[in-house]
């Protein structure tokens, strides 16, 4: 990766931890750029399509190489909402509290996300919104991409944080070759 | 030879209905030892607990059970469903098998999760009569783990369980030391002053129920799978594995409180069904109930799997560690919780006029206490720090928090994974008082006992709604046979089903049944000595596709003839 790109990535993560409001949660985030940098559709070499069921991926095992970009075709073929997320576990475990801060307030409802509510100024400027380049969060039916280039061999894994589905084995690997 | 042929020619015509399981069972007298005391009771393939069966979803199963003990037995599937004959339970599934008896128990497995089985004759249950069931399902699970262990509770009484119900029935707090003290009464005396005092005491007593009655059996050894805490039982993993623990409480008659200091736990299942996952700190395991958590411990250390009964009176107590022989410190026991006058909200007959009502008691400001050394805080009308659940009184002394301040398992946690039936209007409400009287050690719905009772006539086909209405101070693990209990938690179609549902003293809980299953079921409290005294009902479930039953008899001669 060059030195610009990373920058770029740098950035646009240091964005989103502001919008989502993870400042306070121990910098959880702040390993993001161990994974990897959104990237461009024009970069990517292919395309994976990950389904997510209750509780779990399909497949749960993606084999990459150091740097390439994958488009990820992600679809929720489930009851419940369901997060993808790429990270390192630490970075998972830190959006696990955030996550259960919108469950609790009511913008994660079992199979529904209440728009409104991830929307509302939890002050400080901070908001519930889940708009991480890294992850997308989906109710059942919706289907999203995400772009990504992995920077290179490390613990990754994607997985959903939504309270207790990490927990009960809905991750997969991400394996570096 | 022409035997042969056409027993094959069947097993060729029969794939459809999956493999089958042969399994064998002996009921024995066994020794049980706590480390504490030596008891005679009974267990299967001469052990208690039983061993795990594990069944596959789909498979069809004959299990042989062989009496070796002197007196009748029989085996009940807790919380399988099946055909009502091979349900178990002796007057109503079946007469019971003989001593000296094989009885072959033979049904198609239609589910998959944590379940147990048990002797329905007599007190063999609590005598050890119990082991567990692991129904592994046909696709996967919605969780994933690396190993699994059944975690079996029970609460082992140094007396046997005759004796035990002979006390009860003589001296109702036979076993209850937990008792207020005249001690207690003036310190009670002098922070609500005497003419209240008194008025309380006299209202409990008026209850024929005293105000200690969170359990009416204590003095047992809490046990995990046959080992007593000083016994030990370890279970072994590798840091950074997930551990499926599915738990089981086949308690005579103790509720556990469960903890994992340094460890969250996600429930995944509970009865066997699965449940949207949940982290908990601490959960509260029911008399029959069962709970699968998973569990990762990641560091190299050992774990204690902390088990206190609901009333503080004991503990069982177990450990996971990366190695034999490791262990981590075992807590002591909390403060034990008090009835407070919430608990008793759904007393008929209370004057609440006098005693203000439970939601009155409940929000009685709090009185400072740091100048009163030595009170007891646990015996204030209202529970500690405010606590509340859905599932208790308002102001209920029972509602429990977590040791470590976290989170507590609610039933209003609980959300089917995915719904089992279609949601619909039930077509009628059945009333279910749970009624008692503490002073007579008699148990009773609706102020009628087991033996007086007429059945409930179930129709085939319907959604009935069972309102509990328990109008006691105790708890009752309420267990139907036979159909799914769907517990209203207020989740719609996503309210989770189990086998076991628990009634809090002072409260009314609703469940709907999908009346689905012909035959004859049973429907008791599942506390051993409430049971014995008459809170059960039998269920009649009138009509049903007449083919079920006469279909599985007359296959072989159809097919087969003279095979």
Not at chain 2, 286 to 303: L, M
Not at chain 2, 509 to 522: I, K, R
Not at chain 2, 548 to 559: G, I, K, L, N
């Amino acid at each position: 990766m060059s030195p610009a790109k990373f920058a770029v990535a740098a950035v646009a993560m240091s964005i989103s931890l502001t919008a989502f409001g993870a400042g306070t949660h121990g910098g959880g985030h702040g390993h993001s750029a161990k994974s990897g940098e959104p990237g461009k559709a024009s970069e990517a070499s292919r395309s994976i399509t990950v389904e997510m069921y209750d509780n779990y991926y399909e497949p749960e095992i993606i084999e990459v190489k150091p740097g390439e970009t994958v488009r990820f075709v992600v679809q929720n073929k489930g009851q419940l909402v369901h997060e993808f997320n790429i990270g390192t576990p630490d970075m998972h475990e830190a959006h696990q509290k955030e996550m259960r801060m919108m469950v609790e307030h009511g913008a994660i409802q079992g199979g529904k996300l209440n728009h409104d509510m991830m929307e509302m100024d939890m002050g400080n400027g901070q908001s519930m919104n889940h708009d991480d380049p890294n992850s997308v969060l989906l109710e059942p039916g919706d289907s999203q991409e995400v772009i990504w280039t992995f920077s290179g061999k490390g613990n990754i894994e994607f997985a959903c944080n939504v309270p207790g589905h990490y927990q009960a084995g809905m991750y997969g690997e991400v394996n570096f070759n | 030879m022409k035997k042969t042929l056409v027993a094959g020619t069947l097993g060729l015509l029969l794939p459809a209905i999956g493999f089958a399981g042969e399994y064998n069972l002996t009921v024995d007298r066994v020794e049980i030892d706590t480390g504490e005391f030596v008891k005679q009771g009974v267990g299967y393939n001469r052990k208690s607990p039983g061993p795990v069966l594990r069944f596959k979803e789909g498979e069809e199963v004959s299990i042989n059970v062989t009496n070796n003990l002197d007196e009748m037995t029989s085996i009940h599937w807790h919380g399988l469903i099946l055909p009502f004959e091979q349900d178990g339970v002796p007057g109503i599934s079946f007469p019971g098998i003989k001593p000296g008896e094989t009885f072959t128990y033979k049904f198609p497995i239609t589910q998959s999760g944590t379940y147990w089985f048990h002797s329905h004759s007599g007190f063999q249950e609590p005598e050890g009569a119990f082991g567990s069931i692991i129904i592994e399902p046909e696709g996967r699970e919605p969780f994933r783990y690396d190993r699994e262990y059944v975690v079996q509770l029970t609460d082992k009484h140094p007396h046997s369980s005759d004796r035990v119900m002979r006390n009860l029935k003589v001296t109702p707090d036979y076993y209850n030391r937990k008792q207020q003290t005249l001690g207690e009464f003036f310190s009670d005396a002098s922070e609500n002053g005497f003419l209240n005092t008194v008025k309380a005491r006299l209202a409990w007593g008026g209850m024929r129920m005293m105000q200690a009655d969170v359990e009416d059996l204590q003095g047992f050894t809490g046990m995990i799978n046959g080992k007593s805490p000083k016994q030990n039982w370890t279970g072994l993993f590798e840091p950074g594995e997930r551990i499926r623990l599915r738990f089981i409480n086949s308690s005579a008659m103790t509720y556990f409180d469960i903890r994992i200091p340094g460890l969250e736990m996600t429930v995944v299942q509970a009865d066997g069904n699965n449940v949207q996952p949940v982290n908990v700190d601490e959960f509260r395991i029911g008399v029959a109930e069962t709970y699968d958590v998973i569990v990762r411990p990641k560091d190299e250390q050992a774990y204690t799997i902390f088990a206190e009964s609901m009333g503080r009176s004991g503990y069982a107590r177990a450990t996971l560690a990366p190695e034999e022989g490791m262990e981590a410190p075992v807590p002591g026991l909390r403060e034990p919780a008090r009835l407070t006058m919430a608990d008793m909200g759904g007393m008929p007959g209370m004057e609440h006029g006098d005693m203000g009502s439970a939601n009155e008691m409940a929000e009685m400001p709090d009185m400072d206490h740091s100048n009163m050394k030595g009170m007891d805080h646990s015996t204030m009308m209202m529970s500690e720090g405010g606590a509340s659940d859905p599932f208790y009184a308002k102001g209920s002394g029972l509602v429990p928090t977590a040791a470590n301040g976290g989170k507590f398992l609610s039933y209003a946690d609980l959300k089917a994974q995915k719904p089992l039936y279609e949601e619909r209007e039930p077509a009628r409400e059945i009333e279910l008082r749970l009624t008692g009287n503490m002073e007579r050690y008699t148990w009773s719905i609706n102020g009628v006992k087991y033996e007086d009772a007429d059945p409930i006539r179930l129709k085939y086909g319907e959604r009935v709604r069972f309102k509990f209405v328990n109008e006691t101070m105790m708890t009752h693990p309420m267990h139907l046979h036979g159909m799914w209990s769907i517990l209203d938690v207020g989740a719609g179609q996503w309210n989770p089903i189990k086998h076991t549902v628990s009634v809090q003293p002072g409260t009314t809980v609703y469940m709907e049944t999908e009346v689905d299953a012909p035959g004859q079921w049973a429907f008791h409290c599942h506390l051993t000595y409430h049971m014995a005294a008459g809170m059960f009902r039998k269920v009649i479930v009138e009509g049903g596709p007449e083919s079920t039953q006469a279909a599985s008899s007359e296959q072989p001669s159809e097919v087969g003839g003279d095979v």
